[in-house]
C-alpha cells in the first residue's frame, strides 16, 4: 500500500502526538540521513562512494515506555517497518533502516532509575549510554564490570539487542549473565516485565529470548544490572608462547583454576602487526596479556597459580608492563587513525568453540580465506573471552586499499564472500556464527546454516510476536 | 567547498563514536545529529555530493564548541575544525537557520549577541587610556554587568590602576564561532586590537575566557600584535598571593563549574579554585570534573578535563530553550556530589548557570562573590 498525498504528514503528526510533540520527531533529509551508516563496513563503503544510504522515513524519540508502546501501535496499525537505535554503534548493521519506515532513537530515554546497594544492582533506562551507567555505578563505589571498547558509544538497550560483551568478561560474564530483568515493549505495545530475578524454575528465562533478538521481536526499555565491588587491587602479566596450540592449552589451565578477569592471547601475525603498532613488542611468537583482580590475597596466590599454568605449556613471562600498558591503551586502539577504516575492506568474525575446537576453527578459517581469496586478504586473530569449556577467536580479515574494488556492488559482493566462506569454516568445524557482536543485516543470511530445524523456534516466537513482521525486517534471519 | 583539513577530520570522525558520551548537548537532546561523528558524518556526505539543506545547518548550529570531543579524542581529530567550516559554508550557501542568523545580524549591527546599543555596566571613574586594560566582553558589558562591576571593586580594593573601554569594541571571537574564522572576523579582531592599543595598554586582563582564548590563538595565528593577555582569574589569583587582597573566610560547601574555554583552552583550572579556598570554602569537585582525583574512572582513558559545559550566551540567545535544559544538567551533576553552591568564573557561564536554578541550591559568579567579601 503507497502513501499518497499527505498521508505521510498524517502519520507524522500522529508520532509526534505519541512523542510528546514536534520536537521529538524529525523528517529532515540530513537528519535521516545520519541514521543510514552505522559501524557496519558495507554502510561505510556505501557511504564512502557517495552512494544514498538507507534512510527512515520518519525519526521519531520517545522519551518514556508508554511513549515508544504508541509508536509501535501506530506503526501496526499502518504496517510500517520500526528500526531501533541506539548508539549506532553496531558492526553488523543491525540498526540500519533497510526498509524505510519509523526509526526510534532511544537516548531520550537515558535516566537512572535506582542503584540498590543493599543488593547491588543498577536499573536504568535502555537508552543511557554504557559509560555513563558505569559512571553512576563507580560513584557509588562499584562496577557493572561491562567495559567493551563501544564503552562511550552503545546503550544500555545496544548491548543488550546483539548479546554483547565486554574485555572483563572471563571473570564477570558476558551482558547476557549481568543483567537480572527488563521491561520490554512487544510489537502490539504491551509493556512486560521479564521475572525480577534471572535464577528460577518459572519456565524459560524470558530475558533470553530478549537479550540478543535485535529488535526483532521487542523493544527493551529498562533494565537492571549487577553491581560490583570495585577490586582491591588488579595485575598484570604478559607471555609469549611458541604457537596457537601451547596457548589455548594455558589458557583452558588457567580458566579452570582461576578467573581473569582479562585474558588475550593473539596469533603471530596480530602479535607482529597490532602488539608491535601499540605495545611496541617486537619478539616472534603468540603474545598473552591477563588480569587478575580483586582482593590483594587472594589475587597473590591467582598469579602464583597463573605462573604454573604457563610454564606447563613453555610460556616466556614477560612480566606486568606489556599488560599495563595494554590496558591503558585499550580504548586507544579504537581511535580513527589506529582503528582499521575505510579505504581497507575489514570485518570481525568472532566465533567460539569448546577447547577441543578451537584451534581447528583458527586453522580451518585461515585456510578456507587463503584458498578462496589467496594473499589479497590478510588473516589476524586474538582470543579474548574465555569460559571454562572454551574461548572464543576475534578473527579478523583485512583486504589491503588496492585489492578492494571501487565500484561499490562489486565491493559488497567481495565482502560477503569473504564472509560466507569465513563463518561456514567456522560453523562447519563446530564453532558458531557469532561470538558476541550479533547478527544484524551482515550475517542474517547466515543463520538457517547455523540452526536448521532450530530455526523455527525463533520464526515461531516472531510470528507470534510480531505478526505484521514490522520489527527490524530483514534482520537476524527473521 | 570544504577545505582538505575540514575534509580529513570530517573523514576521520564520520565512523567513529568514542566521543558521544561526552557531548553536552547531546545529553539534553538525544539527538543522532547532535552527535560529533554524525556532524563529521554530513561533512562527509556533503563532500561527496550530497545536497546541504537547513537541516544541515541547524545540525552545526546545535553545537557549543566547547571542545569536549576535541579534548577526549587521543589520536588527534577534531570536530570543531569542520563544525566551523560548515557554518561557514551554510551562510555562503544561505541556509542559515533563522536563530542563527538572527543572531549574526545582530552581531553585525552591533558587535554583541544581544543587539544592545548601550552597556549596562557602570564606568564611573575608570579612565579609558592606561597600562593596564580590563577587557570585559560583551556578556558581563550587556547580560551579567554585575560581574564585570564586581571585577572593577575588587581591582579598585586591591590598588590596581586599571583602565577599561566604554566603547570596548567586539573581539571576533562571537562572530567568528557564528560564521568561522574567516576575513570578516579577523577585521574585527584587528579593529579591536587596534582600539587596545589606543588605550596604551601593556597588559590586558581578560574577564571573558571566550575573549582570552581568541586572542591568545586565533589573533596569535593570525599575526594580530597585543599587549600580554591575563585572564581575570589568573590576574586576581596573584593579588590574592601577593597579599594585596585579603578576603573574609566562611566555611561551606561549594563545587565548582569549569568554563569550558577557561579550561580546556587555555589549561587554567587552578586559580579559580585557589580564588575559592583562599574564601575559606570546601572545595568539592562535581563528578568527572579534571580535578576530582577520587573517580579512577576519570583517568581510564582518553583526555582529561572532562567537565560539561553549561552553555554559552550565544546558545542563550539562539536557542534558549536549549540554553535552559544545559543548565539544568549541570545542576544535575552539581546534585550528584553534597554541595549545593555552585561557583563559576566566567560571565558567559554565569549568564548561562542563571537560567534555571533549581531549588535547594545557589548559584555564585566568582567575582561577584569575592568582591562581596573584601
Known amino acids: 500500500m503507497e502513501l499518497k498525498a499527505f498521508m505521510p504528514g498524517m502519520i507524522f503528526d500522529e508520532l509526534a502526538d505519541a512523542v510528546g510533540g514536534y520536537d521529538n520527531v524529525s523528517v529532515e533529509t540530513s537528519d535521516r540521513a545520519t541514521y543510514g551508516v552505522d559501524y557496519f563496513w558495507l554502510g561505510r563503503m556505501w557511504q564512502d562512494r557517495g552512494q544514498v544510504p538507507p534512510m527512515p522515513d520518519w525519526i521519531v524519540r520517545p522519551g518514556s515506555s508508554q511513549e515508544v508502546s504508541k509508536v509501535v501501535k501506530i506503526a501496526n496499525y499502518y504496517k510500517i517497518p520500526v528500526h531501533v537505535w541506539g548508539g549506532g554503534s553496531g558492526s553488523q548493521g543491525g540498526a540500519l533502516p533497510m526498509s524505510g519506515g519509523i526509526l526510534m532513537d532511544m537516548k531520550r530515554m537515558c535516566k537512572l532509575i535506582e542503584i540498590d546497594t543493599i543488593s547491588r544492582t543498577i536499573t536504568a533506562e535502555a537508552g543511557m549510554i554504557f559509560q555513563l551507567l558505569e559512571w553512576h555505578a563507580n560513584e557509588k563505589g562499584f562496577s557493572c564490570q561491562h567495559i567493551p571498547s563501544c564503552l562511550t558509544c552503545g546503550t544500555i538497550g545496544g548491548a543488550l539487542a546483539h548479546r554483547g560483551i565486554g574485555i572483563m568478561s572471563s571473570k564477570y560474564g558476558k551482558i547476557d549473565d549481568q543483567c537480572l530483568s527488563m521491561e520490554v515493549v512487544l510489537p502490539n505495545g504491551d509493556i512486560i516485565n521479564t521475572l525480577p530475578i534471572p535464577k528460577h524454575a518459572a519456565g524459560p528465562d524470558l530475558n533470553q529470548i530478549f537479550i540478543g533478538s535485535e529488535g526483532t521481536l521487542g523493544i527493551i526499555t529498562k533494565a537492571t544490572f549487577r553491581l560490583f565491588e570495585q577490586p582491591e587491587v588488579r595485575r598484570f602479566r604478559a607471555f609469549l608462547f611458541r604457537d596457537m596450540n601451547s596457548g589455548y592449552m594455558a589458557g583452558r589451565d588457567i580458566m579452570q583454576k582461576v578467573k581473569p578477569s582479562i585474558l588475550r592471547f593473539y596469533d603471530e601475525a596480530e602479535t607482529a602487526s597490532i602488539i608491535k603498532k601499540i605495545l611496541g613488542f617486537e619478539k616472534k611468537g603468540c603474545f598473552m596479556n591477563l588480569a587478575v583482580e580483586g582482593i590483594k590475597r587472594i589475587v597473590d596466590i591467582e598469579m602464583d597459580i597463573i605462573l604454573e599454568c604457563v610454564k606447563v605449556w613453555g610460556g616466556e613471562d614477560l612480566g606486568s608492563d606489556y599488560g599495563e600498558k595494554w590496558f591503558e591503551n585499550r580504548i586507544t586502539f579504537f581511535y580513527p587513525g589506529n582503528i582499521m577504516d575505510i579505504p581497507q575492506m575489514f570485518g570481525t568474525m568472532d566465533t567460539a568453540a569448546t577447547y577441543a575446537n578451537i584451534e581447528k576453527i583458527y586453522w580451518a578459517m585461515k585456510k578456507a580465506i587463503h584458498d578462496k581469496f589467496g594473499d589479497k586478504v590478510r588473516y589476524i586473530s586474538h582470543s579474548s573471552h574465555w569460559y571454562e569449556w572454551g574461548c572464543m577467536n576475534y578473527t579478523r580479515f583485512i583486504v589491503d586499499p588496492a585489492n578492494v574494488p571501487q565500484d561499490p556492488e562489486k565491493a559488497r559482493r567481495l565482502h560477503n564472500e569473504i564472509w560466507n566462506t569465513g563463518v561456514r569454516a567456522a560453523i562447519e568445524n563446530s564453532g558458531i556464527i557469532n561470538n558476541h557482536h550479533g547478527i544484524g543485516l551482515k550475517l542474517s543470511r547466515l543463520m538457517k546454516e547455523q540452526y536448521g530445524p532450530a530455526m523455527q523456534v525463533m520464526e515461531a516466537l516472531k510470528k507470534q510476536l510480531d505478526p505484521n513482521g514490522i520489527m527490524n525486517p530483514y534482520k537476524l534471519g527473521l | ?374
Open chain 2, 1 to 374: 567547498m570544504f577545505s582538505e583539513k575540514a575534509k580529513k577530520h570530517a573523514d576521520a570522525c564520520r565512523f567513529c563514536f568514542m566521543c558521544r558520551h561526552l557531548c553536552p548537548i547531546q545529553l539534553v537532546t538525544g539527538k543522532e545529529n547532535n552527535t560529533p561523528r554524525a556532524k563529521g558524518l554530513l561533512v562527509s556526505m556533503t563532500s561527496r555530493g550530497m545536497q546541504m539543506d537547513k537541516g544541515f545547518a541547524v545540525t552545526m548550529y546545535e553545537c557549543l564548541l566547547c571542545g569536549a570531543c576535541t579534548a577526549d579524542c587521543v589520536t588527534g581529530f577534531d570536530p570543531l575544525i569542520f563544525i566551523r567550516e560548515a557554518r561557514t559554508q551554510a551562510a555562503l550557501e544561505g541556509l542559515t537557520p533563522a536563530f542563527a542568523q538572527q543572531v549574526i545580524d545582530k552581531l553585525e549591527e552591533t558587535g554583541n549577541v544581544y543587539g544592545a546599543k548601550e552597556t549596562r555596566v557602570d564606568f564611573t571613574g575608570i579612565p579609558a587610556e592606561g597600562q593596564t586594560l580590563v577587557w570585559l566582553g560583551s556578556a558581563a558589558r550587556y547580560a551579567v554587568s554585575d560581574v564585570a562591576e564586581a571585577l572593577f571593586t575588587i581591582l579598585k580594593k586591591a590598588g590596581v590602576s586599571f583602565a577599561a573601554l566604554k566603547d570596548e569594541p567586539a573581539s571576533g571571537c562571537e562572530l567568528g564561532d557564528m560564521i568561522g574564522h574567516v576575513e570578516d572576523v579577523r577585521q574585527r579582531a584587528q579593529a579591536a586590537a587596534a582600539a587596545i592599543a589606543k588605550t596604551g595598554a601593556k597588559k590586558v586582563i581578560v574577564l571573558d575566557s571566550h575573549d582570552a582564548a581568541f586572542f591568545l590563538h586565533e589573533c596569535k595565528d593570525w599575526g594580530i600584535e597585543l599587549p600580554e593577555i591575563e585572564t581575570a582569574t589568573s590576574f586576581v589569583n596573584n593579588l590574592i598571593k601577593d597579599g594585596r587582597l585579603v578576603p573574609q573566610k566562611k566555611t561551606e560547601t561549594v563545587s565548582y563549574h569549569d568554563a569550558a574555554r577557561l579550561a580546556r583552552d587555555l589549561s587554567e583550572l587552578d586559580a579559580a579554585r585557589e580564588i575559592i579556598v583562599a574564601m575559606g570554602a570546601e572545595l568539592r569537585e562535581m563528578y568527572l570534573n579534571e580535578k576530582d582525583n577520587t573517580n579512577p574512572a576519570n583517568k581510564a582513558c582518553g583526555s582529561s578535563v572532562r567537565a560539561t559545559e553549561c552553555g554559552s550566551s550565544l546558545m542563550g540567545q539562539m536557542r534558549p530553550d536549549l540554553a535552559v535544559k544545559l543548565c539544568e544538567n549541570r545542576y544535575v551533576d552539581l546534585l550528584r556530589g553534597d554541595a549545593r553552591i555552585m561557583i563559576a568564573a566566567d560571565p558567559q557561564a554565569t549568564e548561562a548557570l542563571r537560567l534555571s536554578i533549581p531549588e535547594g541550591c545557589e548559584y555564585r559568579d566568582l567575582f561577584v562573590m569575592l568582591a562581596g567579601r573584601l
